[in-house]
């Protein structure tokens, strides 16, 4: 009798979700978690409609309001026609479908990728789709999370089922003790920058190594979250103790017994030794420092204290075309440095970077200082339960003092699809996930940085080494 072939933890969660598999098809792989928002859910209802069927499993759909919803006056009507319409379509869907919705105003409403591992419905061994490409983040917890597309949307609410080809694995693996000013959003940052935007393209990324198993979970979330600006088509990391005891207690977690019993299936989510990657990369952690972005795209960074690279440095000829054109419209020159450089808005927020850990960074970093006069800060909680711990704690009176405007949950100016937009020329450093073209506001330039960074250059007004920041 053979011995069975080791496996990667994707491998194993991957295997055990195929429902059917045929030579030449993809795989049909069931879902145990679906998340839904306003902007990618209302055609896929509309596909339901016309073929008269209902969502097959409401259980296992959750759905929230998060994409393009305003951050000022929650309890007022919606002022933009088009989030007015997104939003209250979803409702009328959820409610026609019967699907749970966390609502404005809602106890658990919040970005989708905050609340599911907040509320105890993002567990380890899961697969998880959502329309929406961080669903990523969701990894953290050592499962198979991905985002799709609407009609994909629409088959996961038909059958509980998607139909995927497997992608190929890849394990990147870092070890040693973080830096002085360095934290995850660096980490990534940094692993973004030595592999590129496309550099993990078709494949699904493990994490690995002691820097990653010493993070918090709310850190790992911030890692896997960025996995897909690399390509990737997710990324994950093997449950351990630290995951054990952030579920633990969690609204819709299992409790008690049920929860030991699930710990001890869970302890078996390891990638088996002997075990082969497609691709192993490794890294020091000693290397990293706080980083930021200069481009347009998160492979474009660089650490905050190093110069912009030139056209004769680039690696690649075929890059420096779309090389010019970016600094063209970053406004910024090859060989030139960031540090220093005046900056206009600061974004605190989105699926990165808007959980409580974060928020305790930042308010920990400005308390009893104020913001420079030439910066505005808006400071977006990741939930309604982020709000309110913020403000149990007293961050929220950190803030105020600070000069910061804290604002009710939703994605904000992530992507500029609601209120919350960068005007055209200004200069936002974010703790988001991208820097695009526009992407916080028409011709808004974005640089992406840490909370750490972020809070450093809202009160000193410029960008800043936090390792200097007095």
């Known amino acids: 009798m053979s011995e069975k072939k080791p496996r990667t933890i994707f491998e194993k969660i991957w295997d055990s979700h195929v429902v059917k598999r045929a030579e030449g098809y993809p795989d049909a792989l069931f879902i145990d978690r679906h998340f839904i928002h306003e902007v990618t859910s209302p055609q896929a209802f509309d596909g339901l409609k016309k073929r008269g069927i209902k969502v097959f499993n409401t259980l296992r759909t959750t759905a929230t309001a998060d994409h393009n919803v305003p951050t000022k006056d929650q309890h007022l009507p919606i002022k933009e026609a ?57 990894g953290a917890f050592g499962n198979i999370a991905f985002g799709i597309g609407t009609s994909e949307v629409e088959q996961v609410l038909a059958t509980q089922c998607i139909l995927q080809y497997r992608p190929k694995t890849m394990k990147i693996e870092i070890n040693g003790q973080i830096g002085k000013g360095v934290v995850s959003k660096d980490i990534i940052l940094y692993i973004i920058s030595k592999i590129s935007a496309s550099g993990a393209t078709g494949f699904f990324v493990e994490y690995a190594g002691d820097t990653i198993r010493n993070l918090s979970m709310e850190a790992r979330m911030t890692i896997c979250n960025m996995s897909i600006e690399m390509g990737a088509r997710g990324g994950l990391i093997a449950p351990d103790e630290t995951t054990f005891n952030y579920i633990k207690g969690r609204k819709f977690a299992p409790q008690e017994v049920e929860f030991e019993k699930k710990v001890a299936e869970w302890r078996k989510l390891v990638t088996d030794d002997d075990a082969v990657y497609d691709v192993e990369l490794k890294y020091d952690a000693a290397d990293i420092a706080p980083m930021i972005t200069y481009g347009t795209n998160p492979g474009m960074g660089m650490k905050v204290t190093d110069y912009i690279p030139t056209v004769e440095e680039l690696k690649e000829i075929s890059e420096q075309g779309s090389f010019k054109k970016s600094l063209e419209y ?30 305790r960074l930042v308010a920990k970093m400005v308390k009893g200082k104020k913001k420079a006069n030439n910066v505005e800060v808006w400071v977006v909680p990741g939930s309604k339960q982020v709000e309110a711990q913020a403000i149990q704690e007293g961050l929220d009176k ?61 009160i000193t007004g410029k960008v800043t080494d936090v390792r200097e920041f007095k």
């Open 82 to 138: 088009l989030s007015r319409h997104q939003v209250e379509t979803l409702r009328t869907n959820c409610k026609e479908f019967g699907v749970e919705l966390y609502d404005l105003g809602h106890l658990y409403q919040g970005i989708v990728h905050i609340i599911g591992p907040e509320l105890g419905l993002t567990l380890p061994g899961m697969t998880i789709v959502c329309g929406d490409s961080h669903t990523s983040t969701h």
């Open 330 to 359: 970053m406004g910024l020159e090859p060989g030139s440095q960031l540090l220093g450089k005046s900056i206009d808005y600061v974004f605190i927020g989105s699926c990165t970077n808007a959980r409580i850990e974060d928020l």
């Open 398 to 458: 950190v803030f105020e003092a600070a000069g910061f405007e804290l604002r009710s949950p939703g994605c904000s100016a992530c992507l500029g699809m609601n209120e919350d937009k960068v005007p055209a020329g200004k200069y936002c450093i974010s703790t988001s996930n991208r820097n695009f073209e526009g992407r916080q506001g028409p011709k808004s330039r974005t640089f992406l940085a840490s909370p750490l960074s972020a809070a450093a250059a809202a």
